[in-house]
């Protein structure tokens, strides 16, 4: 009964934490925000009992985190809308 609170918590601040990534207007937030998305998955992931693809968001969340970073550096910071 547990697990099965925390998963739905987890589901809960996945899709909070989405929504708000999609919703922020500075870029180096939104990346903040989608790393915690990535961190919240992860953290699903091993809840359910699957840590090779928790693994496998992990590092991918990281690269993807980094590279948006290093893309932000070279533009803009604020979205224009």
């Not at 899709?15 to 989608?34: F, H, P, R, S, T």
């Not at 693809?53 to 590279?67: D, K, L, N, P, R």
Request: aromatic fraction near 14%; charge should be negative.
């Amino acid at each position: 009964m547990f697990i099965l609170i925390m998963m739905v918590v987890f589901l809960i601040l996945i899709i909070g934490v989405g929504l708000a990534a999609l919703e922020i207007k500075d870029l180096l937030g939104a990346v903040v925000a989608y790393s915690a998305f990535s961190y919240l998955a992860v953290a699903l992931y091993l809840i359910l009992g699957s840590p090779d693809v928790g693994f496998t968001e992990a590092v991918i969340g990281v690269i993807s985190s980094v590279f948006f970073i290093f893309a932000i550096k070279e533009m803009n910071r604020w979205c224009a809308k």
